[in-house]
């Protein structure tokens, strides 16, 4: 499936984004797009078949100006990986950020993948076979609280993205939904944590067999139908509590 396509990898400039574009850059043609121009310069050096435009999806104009300037460079897409993310430690009662650089995360990793799904199937050859990647969380499946924000933007993205599988299901447009839990990446050092997670390249490797074989849900981690049962079975109240137990567990260890 993932062969002689035109991808746009948001985020693609570091973490996953780019460990996507180094498994997909020599059978497809990879556009990446971040707000950092020098990691996009950085990553499309290191690979062939891969440009760049410099965007920060949690800005409105700036996602209306991206596709304005692939129409105008004659480029129709026809995968779009949803992967732009970021991620922070956030307690109400302890946390104050401003109005601005909430709207700015929520925007990031749910309103801004929101428009630029949108953007990307309206511009797409509906003749043709078509496909979303969207790349949640485990967290949308087991929340915790310390990441509070993440948490709700990560939840509110892995319900959009179900609510896209049905809206979409007659239709050319496949949409599968990658849920990873703890990748090594910068991400994560960024909070602190110093134990190891999933290898950044395995996961690039795993996530593109799962979509080869036409999986519409996956996630590396061993646990996760696990984390599904809870979600499913457990009271809500019960869930999180659980939930937040063990991630304050992990980040006071860090």
Do not use: H
């Not at 990560?154 to 849920?179: A, P």
């Not at 110093?194 to 690039?204: H, I, L, P, R």
């Amino acid at each position: 499936m993932l062969k002689n396509k035109t991808i746009l990898i948001t985020g693609g400039g570091s973490g996953i984004g780019e460990a996507l574009v180094a498994k997909l850059s020599n059978d497809n043609k990879i556009i990446i797009c971040g707000r950092n121009e020098n990691k996009l310069k950085k990553v499309v050096n290191a690979n062939k078949n891969v440009s760049y435009y410099v965007a920060d999806i949690s800005v409105a104009n700036n996602i209306d100006e991206l596709f304005e300037r692939i129409k105008t460079d004659g480029i129709i897409l026809d995968v779009l990986f949803n992967n732009a993310g970021v991620v922070e430690q956030w307690d109400i009662t302890k946390s104050s950020l401003s109005s601005a650089q909430i709207f700015e995360k929520i925007n990031t990793n749910l309103s801004g993948a929101i428009a630029v799904t949108q953007a990307f199937v309206g511009q797409a050859n509906k003749s043709e076979n078509n496909l979303i990647v969207n790349v949640t969380s485990s967290i949308a499946v087991f929340p915790f609280s310390a990441l509070g924000l993440y948490s709700t933007s990560k939840s509110g993205f892995s319900v959009f993205t179900k609510m896209i599988q049905q809206q979409l299901k007659c239709t050319n447009f496949k949409v599968v939904e990658i849920l990873p839990s703890q990748v090594d990446t910068e991400m994560p050092k960024q909070l602190g944590f110093t134990s190891k997670g999933v290898n950044v390249q395995d996961f690039a490797i795993k996530t593109i067999k799962a979509i080869n074989k036409g999986k519409t849900e996956f996630s590396p981690d061993p646990s996760f139908p696990l984390l599904k049962l809870f979600n499913r079975i457990l009271p809500t109240s019960s869930l999180l509590n659980m939930a937040d137990k063990i991630s304050k567990k992990i980040l006071k260890s860090q």
